[in-house]
């Protein structure tokens, strides 16, 4: 089973990475895939992938690796960088996917239509171990710690998440961070003195998976649960990727148009097919909805017999 790690020259936020973790011992050259994408390999299951195109103009990497080499991906953790209005240094991770646009709407950044990759489970763990690296390295409070909510592509089937150096072109050549994020890729899979972090199996001891609906981009309330109780965690729909049409004094969910619905469904479809065995528990950021919207929804989750947790539910 290979990881793919895949970092573009386009960007220097995901090649910088790329080449401190080029620097870890035991690497050798792999094939060429087609469009020129280099690889490198490194043991039975780490590959690294280098391409000269934007990361989400890429689209079934895992797909392409396969047909080339014949072996079976199991994840995919892009490098890349990340750009907020605020400026402010930061170091994020987040799903992928688009799950609330519909065929015709104009695709920003990659994806397609209606559709999420599997949360890589990784995301909750490699989150803490970031927050502790940064630390050691200087890098807090300078750069913020942060989860993304669920956006933009590039396509692909297996579990995915992006790993960003954000925010503004100073930050994005910070080979400081770089080496961060290198550490982070190379103790996270077992490459280091310690075990691999963030190995989800049905047998694990806490099952629990958060879904999280509703809030702004960074999911603040959400991620004061994952911080604090260490719960898995699938996608992360914020209230953007919500779009509810108020139907006006008609409050019931099947009057309510928009894409809310579909989002929810392929958010919550996407998390369970990565965690096998797990309970996927909705947590809904209240304060982010109006009262008919957080009605609608937890009619329509319990339509669809996907459990609402509380913060308590996951401790």
Known sequence: MATLVVATTAD??????????LAMPGWIRGPT??????SFLNGESLRLLEQDKFIIEEDDLDLRWESATGETVSELLFLSR???ASTRPALTIHPIGVPHLKEGDVLPQGGRPGWAA???PRIGPWLMLLKKLAQSHNLVPEFEITLEATHHGPVTSKPAMFIEIGSTEEYWGRLDAAQVIAQLVWEG?????SPTVGVWSSSTEKKKVLLGLGGGHYVPRHMDIILKEGTWVG???????????DPGKAKLSE???GTWKQAIQVAFDATKAAFPGGEILAHLDHKSFKGWQKNAITEFLSKQNIKIGKPVDFC
């Open 189 to 193: 899979l077992g490459r280091g003195a």
């Open 12 to 21: 220097p936020a995901s090649i910088n990475p790329a080449k401190a973790l």
């Open 118 to 120: 599997p949360p890589c």
């Open 82 to 84: 990340h750009a907020a």
């Open 33 to 38: 895939l087609d469009g020129g994408i280099r």
């Open 255 to 257: 009057d309510i148009g």
């Open 235 to 245: 996608h992360l729909i914020s209230g953007y990727s919500l779009p509810m049409e």
